[in-house]
């Protein structure tokens, strides 16, 4: 059987019109003669009566499979490994007829090549030539599959066929009710694989993640399997004992029906000796029973300690979210002592600024005392000049009454205003060696008053009795900033 496609050209439409006429596909099928199978004449492939059921067509991709190939030339087979597909060294690709059962109905196979390195992506794509000698001669649908060593498919490709590329033609004249019709079908075709093309998606998806879940078990049956094969061991190597007890016993049987036929035992006493050794290989068997029993025993222990080990897990990983909720807290808990910290080493920073403040207060505070002490002093003597100064009044009044007795005089005592013009003389004025300005002195205390005369140009630093000039006022505060830093 043979498909082949032929496009005509379709008349003018119902209202004449004779632009853009559309395209007709038909489909004509022949019949061709149908060549024998190749005989084979290598070792045969792994197979398995596993049914279609319980294979995963999706691990493994087929690549640019055409629709027809041309008999008498080789073929090659494009392939895609998945990323959760491992190939094993038994895998092979056969050529199935389209309709087969299991993996016994292949016509024809090649042994695949495992790639060197699974990781990289030049890996993943494989390929595999088949000889045209052993290629189907009949022109019936195959397709490629992809059988690991276990016989189970894991990919499968489109269908196609072995057939010339030229055959002849068959034009088939058509309506345009059955053009629409059959437009209408291509339409609901088109939906219909648009629709099986996202069911086919979340198939792979779930296919996947059964996989994960199958490689999962796989693990967990080698798991079991390498126990089973220690048991297996154990027991093999226990029954080996047996049987050379067994053996030593029939030794030992031998020997004594050696000694007793030389010691001319009666044949009543060997057969006692017989049926005492049958008793004992009755016990024997009894006892590797017994064995047997004790292993199937030690099976159902293995599986309720799986099981066991289940719920181990289980309560592990509860025991885990807990300890990952306990360190968040514990996180928590640190970043707010961090931040009562910080609070703690900002209200410090605060109180060591207030103390160096509150020294410099109290040194300005000693400063202004001792600035008050000196005003009371100049007070003092101030007032000590005032009441000098009302006795020097008091002469000229007495002389000026005289005066005024004495009509001899007509303009006044001229001596009067020598007493008034000496008591300022209490007061002199100085200049300062520094900035060259006037300052008065009291007469009392001559080196006092130049140092705060000297105080007042300068500025004492309360922390390291710095002096700065008092027009470098900026600098100095400056300065006492940076011991709070």
Request: hydrophobic content about 30%.
């Amino acid at each position: 059987m043979r498909l082949e496609t032929n496009s005509i050209e379709s008349g003018p439409d119902c209202r004449g019109n004779n632009s853009s006429p559309p395209l007709i596909t038909f489909y004509v099928y022949y019949d061709l003669q149908r060549t024998p199978t190749m005989e084979e004449t290598v070792e045969d492939p792994p197979t398995s009566a596993v049914l279609l059921d319980h294979c995963h067509f999706s691990q493994v991709i087929f690549n640019s499979v055409e629709k027809f190939y041309i008999p008498g030339g080789d073929i090659t087979c494009y392939y895609t490994l998945t990323q959760h597909f491992i190939p094993r060294r038994k895998d092979w690709i056969g050529i199935f007829r389209v309709g087969w059962k299991t993996t016994r109905e292949y016509y024809t196979f090649m042994w695949v090549t495992l790639p060197v390195n699974l990781n990289s992506e030049s890996s993943k794509q494989q390929e595999v030539q088949f000889k045209a000698y052993y290629l189907p001669k009949d022109d019936e649908y195959y397709q490629f599959c992809y059988v690991d060593q276990d016989g189970v498919v894991r990919g499968a490709s489109i269908p196609f066929q072995f057939r010339p590329e030229n055959e002849e033609d068959i034009l088939v004249v058509t309506t345009q009710g059955e053009v629409e019709e059959i437009e209408q079908h291509n339409k609901e075709l088109c939906k219909e694989n648009r629709e099986l093309k996202d069911s086919c998606v979340s198939l792979q998806k779930q296919n996947s993640d059964m996989q994960a879940m199958l490689q999962k078990k796989q693990e967990e049956l080698e798991t079991l399997k390498s126990i089973n094969k220690k048991l297996e061991q154990t027991m093999q190597e226990q029954k080996d004992c047996w049987e050379l007890e067994l053996l030593q016993l029939k030794e030992q049987n031998q020997k004594m029906s050696s000694e007793n036929e030389k010691m001319g035992v009666t044949v009543d006493q060997l057969q006692a000796q017989l049926s005492n050794q049958g008793k004992e290989m009755e016990k024997l068997v009894q006892g590797v029973q017994d064995k047997t029993e004790q292993l199937e025993h030690l099976k159902e222990e293995n599986g309720q300690l799986f099981l066991s080990l289940t719920e181990q897990r289980e309560h592990q990983k509860k025991l885990e979210q807990t300890v990952e909720e306990m360190k968040q807290k514990e996180t928590t808990a640190a970043r707010k002592q961090q931040e009562l910290t910080d609070q703690n080493m900002e209200l410090s920073k605060r109180l060591s600024e207030n103390k160096i403040i509150y020294n410099v207060l109290q040194r300005e505070k000693e400063k202004i005392e001792k600035e008050n002490d000196f005003l009371k002093r100049e007070n003092s003597s101030l007032l000590s000049y005032l009441n000098c100064d009302s006795l020097s009044h008091q002469v000229p009044t007495s002389s000026q009454g005289g005066t005024r007795q004495d009509p001899g005089l007509v303009f006044g005592n001229p001596y009067s205003g020598i007493q008034e013009s000496s008591a300022p003389s209490l007061l002199s004025i100085k200049k300062c060696p520094v900035c060259k300005s006037d300052f008065i002195d009291d007469g009392f205390d001559h080196d006092l008053a130049l140092e705060q005369h000297l105080q007042t140009l300068s500025l004492n630093c309360p922390i390291c009795d710095k002096t700065f000039p008092a027009k470098d006022k900026q600098i100095f505060e400056d300065h006492v900033f940076c011991h709070t830093l």
